[in-house]
């Protein structure tokens, strides 16, 4: 089945489903604006961009799409109403981001270099923020929009590879620091949308699977958790599945 690939994916989610508030519109669902922004700004890439721009020994070392990737995540960031919690670390990443556009459009390397860093940082700040933000709102968005916003998060969590990665592990050093996050993050989608009714079932063992990985990395117990890593990358697989043969209908 084909699957749009973002940030085309998303951007058609906005424009069909109207997801987000713009100037002079109301958000009929703030919270699937808010899970739609954040996928997209987080796939920007904001990490690889500091490192392109400090690797850079002139403006020619700079990719042509860069900014266009930053205009992207400004647009989508400036086109949500971010909750009154969010508003401050939004600006400090807009502040940024848009730094980095007014460097690279004067040819300035160093200022470039400067707000990239920063960039990174608060861009950083930005997503945290918002997963501890939606981690408070559980069932607040609904409809088509939101579930192919969560989905699109979901799918790209990337349980296959967390599967393999803990399976392989000898130790619970050998688990990345990072895969619990992930996995946190990928339940906090998930339980911030209210799913229908034909996906209730499979939705809910995907996350008590999930919820199993993140109890055995809190515990230490490798072996539980390669067992339900296995388990969420089966129940990932047929969310996703479920899903996107709910989405034809």
Request: with cysteine.
């Amino acid at each position: 089945m084909l699957k749009l690939k973002k940030p085309l994916f998303l951007v058609i989610t906005v424009l069909i489903f109207g997801v987000v508030s713009v100037t002079g519109c109301t958000s009929t669902d703030p919270t699937a604006a808010v899970i739609a922004a954040i996928d997209i700004i987080d796939s920007t890439g904001f990490h690889g961009i500091s490192e392109e721009i400090e690797a850079a020994n002139s403006m020619e070392d700079i990719s042509s799409r860069t900014k266009g990737k930053v205009e992207n995540a400004v647009t989508i960031s400036s086109a949500v109403t971010w909750p009154d919690e969010l508003t401050e670390v939004e600006a400090a990443f807009i502040a940024d981001a848009e730094g980095i556009i007014e460097a690279l459009d004067s040819a300035d390397l160093e200022a470039a270099k400067g707000y990239s860093l920063s960039a990174h940082g608060t861009q950083h700040d930005l997503s945290h923020e918002t997963y501890e933000w939606l981690a408070s709102q559980v069932g607040k968005a609904s409809g088509s929009a939101a579930i192919i916003a969560a989905i699109d998060i979901i799918d790209g969590t990337g349980f296959h590879d967390i599967s393999e990665e803990i399976e392989a592990a000898n130790s619970m050093e050998d688990i990345s620091s990072r895969t619990k996050g992930k996995v946190e993050n990928a339940v906090t989608i998930s339980s911030a949308v209210t799913w229908p009714d034909e996906l209730t079932e499979v939705e809910a063992a995907f996350i008590a699977d999930a919820e199993d990985i993140i109890e055995a990395l809190d515990s230490a117990d490798l072996e539980a958790a390669k067992g339900y890593s296995l388990s969420a990358h089966g129940t990932q697989h047929d969310l996703s599945h479920e899903t996107y043969e709910w989405l034809l209908k």
